[in-house]
């Protein structure tokens, strides 16, 4: 897994359960030594790829939401799970959508007690938001090196077709170094984690800051991008009614820019996030919930 030549996937969001991941749906159901998992999971990434999933399933229908989720490493290459590409408004296709018809998994490959999956995805969760806050997430590799340094490049180059202006330009100067500047207290506050991750400590609610901070700053940088393309940004040869060949030659900032719209979105979007900090970090009152404590059997279902 660390050399990256076994892929694994998250099996987590489902069409109902998105935000509030808790009220997930997708049932696993004790048969001996195995558990059988039915229902849909959607947004995963290379699940075409992946050889094994962490799976959350709901064990206990009969508890409250939190605590009746098991989670489950899943064998991906197997009878029962059927695999649904999502191509997105940039031509790609890396998200699927995950079906699952009796699935099975072993009980030997359950993390965690029966029931305590939630626990187990909270760890996952963090970590999924440092990475998603990290200097590579969600687009910014795909610009050529990412980052401020492509834009200061791009700004540098002579103008084009009646863009905006290039370095010469200063209020373009001003935009890009504000966003230079952002960036570089990203990636200080990024390594004060690792360090600490280093040191031992698992990625706490601190890791909703980076994912806030970064996935929006990382949007501001693609439109940036986009911007400095002039309008060698808006229209570009290929056909429009073939997505292959529309989404291959779309500049490479452009469809950068387009899947950054998902990066506020991903890994859990910037309104729960900043409800994360304002509870476990801040020490703000939750939201009244007139179904806390009620059994996951008994709550509305999108």
Same mark, same amino acid.
């Given at each position: 897994?660390?050399?990256?030549d076994?892929?694994?996937?998250q099996l987590f ?19 001996g030594d195995w558990?059988?998992?039915n229902? /849909?999971?959607?947004?995963? !990434? ?5 050889a094994?999933? &962490? ?5 206990d229908?009969? &508890? ?13 290459? /197997?009878?029962?799970?059927?695999i649904?590409p999502?191509?997105?408004m940039?031509g ?8 699952l018809?009796?699935?099975r998994?072993p009980?030997?490959?359950?993390v965690?007690?029966? *029931?305590?999956?939630w626990?187990?995805?909270q760890? !996952?969760l963090?970590g999924e938001r440092q ?7 969600? =687009?910014?590799? $795909?610009?050529?090196? =990412?980052? !401020?340094?492509?834009?200061i490049?791009?700004? $540098?180059?002579p103008?084009a077709d009646?863009?905006p202006?290039g ?20 990636a200080?506050?990024?390594q ?8 031992g ?6 890791s909703?800051i980076?994912k806030?901070? *970064?996935?929006?700053?990382n /949007?501001?940088?693609?439109?940036a991008?986009?911007?400095l393309?002039g ?12 997505p292959?060949?529309?989404?291959c030659?779309?500049?490479a900032e ?6 950054s719209?998902?990066?506020t979105?991903e890994g859990? !979007?910037s309104?729960i ?6 509870e ?21 279902k999108?």
């Amino acid at each position: 897994m660390v050399r990256a030549d076994e892929v694994w996937c998250q099996l987590f969001s489902e069409p109902g359960s998105g935000s509030d991941l808790a009220s997930l749906s997708t049932r696993a159901s004790r048969d001996g030594d195995w558990w059988v998992i039915n229902g /849909q999971k959607i947004w995963t !990434t290379w699940a075409d790829q992946a050889a094994f999933a &962490v799976l959350l399933a709901r064990s206990d229908p009969d &508890v409250p939401k939190h605590q009746g989720i098991t989670y489950f490493l899943i064998d991906m290459r /197997q009878p029962g799970i059927e695999i649904r590409p999502l191509r997105h408004m940039g031509g790609e296709t890396e998200f699927f959508q995950v079906c699952l018809d009796g699935a099975r998994v072993p009980d030997t490959q359950r993390v965690g007690a029966e *029931g305590g999956g939630w626990k187990v995805a909270q760890a !996952t969760l963090s970590g999924e938001r440092q990475m998603v806050s990290g200097a590579s997430s969600g =687009g910014v590799d $795909r610009i050529g090196g =990412g980052s !401020t340094r492509h834009l200061i490049r791009l700004a $540098r180059q002579p103008a084009a077709d009646g863009g905006p202006g290039g370095w010469d330009d200063p209020a373009v100067r001003g935009r890009l170094v504000r966003l230079y500047c952002e960036e570089r207290a990203r990636a200080w506050t990024d390594q004060r984690v690792r360090a600490g991750v280093a040191r031992g400590r698992v990625p706490g609610p601190e890791s909703s800051i980076g994912k806030v901070h *970064g996935t929006e700053l990382n /949007q501001r940088v693609q439109a940036a991008a986009a911007d400095l393309l002039g309008a060698a940004g808006l229209a570009w040869p290929g056909a429009a009614d073939d997505p292959e060949d529309y989404s291959c030659s779309m500049p490479a900032e452009v469809r950068g820019m387009l899947r950054s719209r998902a990066n506020t979105i991903e890994g859990g !979007t910037s309104e729960i996030n900043r409800n994360v900090l304002a509870e476990r970090v801040l020490g703000l009152p939750k939201e009244p919930d007139p179904w806390r404590g009620k059994p996951w059997r008994e709550l509305p279902k999108s």
